[in-house]
């Protein structure tokens, strides 16, 4: 099914389903690949949840196969997902001073085998040192055998794998698969999907070639196009061409950003739906980067106060968003004006937060007394303990063939008389009392009563210190998204990607700033693209054929009010994304040169409003 943005996919798809299990008492299940539309779809699900499962993103389906088909992932089990702080603060921290070389080439190398799993053919960048991969390939391996952790890139890697190396692996019980934003997937995930068929299962694919933009995990708009052309010749296709969503104007503009990509694939026009507005369609210049923020802010508090838009209604997007140099400002004009803004790294933060991140390691710790990551942690958070202390447990693993964790508790049982000294003396503080409180706690006769692991952690939160109250608040929310009946372990892996996507939804009560990509899957009554100017949108470095389709899934989100902004010289931290010109004249975006709408100055606009 090849469905425009806004044409009523995902209903048509609850309705397929529906009927399915209705009528022909057949079982789906209903996968996609970014958590927005996952988000989107549990929503419509949870309306019928007699009939349809609760849909899941492909690493979730990924992750969940593999710890149902035990000792087929060839990952080190329990599997084990370092999250990113686990792997910005520590894990790349040690690969740097193992490998020989600074984190960038670390990233470089986690980068391009994450691309291996990704495309299944080797691709070697060539700003990485011969040398540094070889020494990253076999020390990595080797580092995460010893601390036992798996990356979440590499799970569809280890299905397919497991696919192909055991063909009675349990995949679930169910008849049929939809998969929807296929246009996201990959050759490995394709090469899965492929997998599933051959074991009887149908599959339903739908998606949009137009809003193909994960090209860095190695998606292309390929995958969908040959769909019925290459992969599955006996296919049934639909196509879906009234979109239900935008603005007639909005939409219009739109149309002229990607009917304008050379090479598209010819097809019928996404028409809009007699019941969508005319809309609002404005492209908006600002002298400078200060005055296009500020205008920016006015306009947001316009909509709201005037318009009556709600501000969780309003997202305001930019292309990317690099140590925070667009949020940021962005952030503090609107606050000028009060305008509530959703921070959608709050939750990353908290996350780095030391007593946050000492109770989610010991929960780690009740959940497998050996886990080596949240040990790990513990001593690194532990003051006066540094790499010395990380270095002398992981060199016992080695020496005695062990994990982290199984050192750790190894010297414990010996009263850490290896160490010596201070050292010995903090460790044998920090490692006896995370014991107690492990020894404390009962995990199989937990107590949840109405609540979930969210409530029972911020209850048991004292033992460990305790949690900041915004975190503390953040728990007890997940209850409700995260089932309690998958455990604790999956309770704490799931509190950044669900906690962020609860923080970024519609019921945080503000506007959303994210990137054009994040925007994906989302629909809000007005939508602002800042920075739309040459160097900026399209960035000069990247594939012009995704940046176009990028630009066209940011515009496709609004269904009354569409703005772009730019500036005219850009100054500061926003100045150097794409190529920098500080301080040079800049000119608007050629991929709205000749558009519908043309630029116009926008403070004469806002003048016009108030």
Avoid at 5 to 18: D, H, N, Q, Y
């Amino acid at each position: 099914m090849l469905a425009g943005p806004g044409t009523g996919k995902s209903a048509t798809v609850i309705r397929m389903m529906l009927r399915a299990a209705e009528q022909l008492d057949r079982r789906g299940k209903l996968l996609t690949f970014t958590r927005a539309a996952t988000n989107e779809l549990r929503e419509k699900v949870a309306e019928h949840p007699e009939h349809l499962a609760t849909p899941s993103t492909v690493h979730s389906f990924s992750i969940a196969t593999l710890l149902a088909n035990e000792g087929t992932s060839g990952l080190p089990e329990p599997i084990r997902l370092a999250d990113d702080w686990e792997w910005s603060e520590l894990i790349r921290q040690h690969l740097k001073v193992l490998v020989d070389c600074d984190v960038r080439m670390i990233d470089r190398a986690r980068a391009e085998m994450a691309s291996n799993w990704e495309s299944l053919e080797p691709a070697e960048d060539p700003d990485l040192p011969e040398d540094v991969r070889n020494r990253f390939a076999g020390i990595w391996e080797h580092h995460r055998r010893i601390f036992g952790y798996a990356l979440l890139a590499e799970l569809p890697f280890r299905l397919l794998r497991a696919l192909e190396d055991h063909p009675d692996l349990n995949i679930g019980n169910w008849e049929y698969l939809v998969v929807d934003e296929y246009q996201d997937l990959n050759q490995c995930d394709l090469s899965v999907l492929r997998q599933i068929t051959h074991r009887g299962r149908v599959l339903v694919a739908t998606g949009d070639d137009d809003q193909s933009i994960y090209s860095f995990r190695r998606a292309h708009p390929i995958g969908i196009r040959r769909f019925i052309s290459d992969d599955y010749p006996a296919a049934a296709d639909l196509t879906l061409t009234v979109s239900q969503r935008c603005a007639t104007r909005a939409l219009a503009w739109a149309r002229h950003v990607i009917e304008g990509l050379p090479g598209r694939p010819p097809r019928p026009a996404l028409t809009p739906a007699p019941h969508c507005v005319e809309g609002v369609a404005r492209y908006l210049r600002f002298p400078s980067w200060a005055q296009e923020a500020d205008g920016v802010a006015r306009l947001t508090r316009w909509l709201i106060d005037s318009e009556g838009i709600a501000p969780e209604d309003i997202a305001v997007m930019f292309r990317s968003n690099f140590n925070n140099a667009w949020s940021t400002p962005l952030t503090e004009r609107l606050a000028d004006y009060g305008v509530p803004v959703i921070n959608a790294g709050a939750v990353a933060e908290m996350l780095a937060d030391p007593q946050n991140r000492r109770l989610i390691a010991l929960a780690r710790l009740v959940v497998n007394r050996e886990d080596s990551l949240a040990w790990w942690t513990l001593l690194h958070l532990t003051p006066g303990i540094g790499p010395a202390v990380r270095n002398h447990f992981y060199d016992g693993a080695e020496h005695h063939a062990r994990t982290f964790a199984g050192q750790v508790l190894a010297e414990h049982a010996e009263d850490f008389h290896g160490l010596g000294g201070a050292s010995a003396t903090r460790v044998r503080t920090a490692v006896n009392a995370a014991v107690a409180v492990i020894d404390a706690v009962d995990l199989e006769g937990a107590d949840l009563g109405d609540a979930g692991w969210g409530a029972w952690l911020v209850a048991n939160a004292d033992a460990s210190g305790g949690c900041n109250e915004d975190f503390a608040e953040l728990l007890g929310d997940l209850d409700g998204l995260i089932d309690r009946t998958e455990g604790l372990g999956r309770f704490l892996g799931q509190i950044q990607p669900v906690g962020t996507d609860l923080r970024s939804g519609r019921s945080a009560g503000a506007v959303r700033l994210m990137t054009m990509a994040s925007s994906k899957g989302l629909t809000v009554k007005a939508a602002i693209i800042v920075g739309v100017e040459e160097g900026v949108v399209p960035l000069a470095d990247r594939d012009p054929g995704e940046e176009r389709r990028l630009l066209y899934v940011a515009m496709t989100r609004a269904t009354d009010y569409l703005y772009a902004t730019w500036s005219g010289q850009r100054t500061g931290p926003t100045a150097r994304t794409g190529a920098p010109r500080v301080g040079a004249g800049r000119n608007r975006s050629p991929l709205l040169t000749h558009g519908p709408v043309q630029s116009e100055d926008g403070n004469a606009y806002l003048a016009q409003l108030a």
